[in-house]
């Protein structure tokens, strides 16, 4: 079936430094993909939509200028965390529509901001 | 709020046993759709049922949902410990977009 490989899988970095997320689409073009952010024991936050050769369209609330999204191609788009804080702190997922109504979806990535 | 409701947060019950997780949403869907989460993973797609059914299985799965009440519900029958995870229902609202419900915490124990 459709897979979206995401990596890193897990990340430490130091307040203030910026962290890049990537998601790759396998053997499928994504036009679409959805970054979502997931703190311990809740459910996913949809920060935004990335829609390849165009901009993204973030949800209420969401920094546009923090979460930086990218997707350059039919089978990458990124999630760059700029000037990262402690409470940027963590698990990013993202995903890709399928054929059909179905959804698939990376296998997250744990960051850590020190 | 972006999300719906699951019910119970978290479930505890003995392997053998059947597993019920109930889900409200607030509007209009096309589908909805139930996901498993191992600790710290990402999700997995266990079944959709469209906005014109009302009762869909695979397997061990039972998913029903009441479109006049808003609500869906998961029977995972003949509980495995393997089965111990997180589920999420999310609903397709239009706009390519899924909500996604609190989930449940799903507890098996041997």
């Known amino acids: 079936g459709a897979v979206v490989s995401q990596h890193p899988s897990r990340v430490i970095c130091k307040s203030g430094t910026s962290v890049k997320i990537e998601c790759r689409s396998l053997?499928?073009?994504?036009?679409?993909m959805f970054w979502y952010r997931q703190f311990p024991k809740q459910s996913l936050m949809l920060m935004a939509t990335s829609n390849e050769g165009s901009k993204a369209t973030y949800e209420q609330g969401v920094e546009k200028d923090k979460f930086l999204i990218n997707h350059a191609s039919l089978t990458l788009s990124t999630l760059t965390v700029t000037s990262a804080h402690p409470e940027d702190s963590s698990f990013y997922i993202c995903?890709?529509?399928?054929?059909?109504?179905?959804?698939?979806f990376g296998s997250g990535t744990r960051l850590t901001v020190v | 709020s972006q999300q719906g409701e699951e019910d119970p947060q978290a479930l505890s019950i003995q392997e053998g046993e059947n597993a019920t997780m109930n889900c409200s949403y607030k509007t209009s869907i096309n589908n909805l759709q139930w996901y498993r989460q191992n600790s710290g993973r990402g999700l997995v797609h266990l079944i959709l049922?469209?906005?014109?059914?009302r009762e869909k299985h695979s397997g061990r799965l039972r998913v029903t949902l009441d479109t006049s009440k808003k609500s869906s519900s998961l029977l995972i029958t003949a509980s495995r410990a393997a089965d111990t995870a997180s589920y999420f229902c999310a609903t397709d609202q239009g706009a390519q977009k899924l909500v996604f419900g609190q989930g449940t915490r799903l507890t098996i124990n041997p």
């Open positions: 995903s890709a529509r399928v054929g059909g109504n179905g959804y698939t």
């Open positions: 053997d499928f073009q994504a036009t679409t």
């Open positions: 049922i469209r906005s014109n059914e």
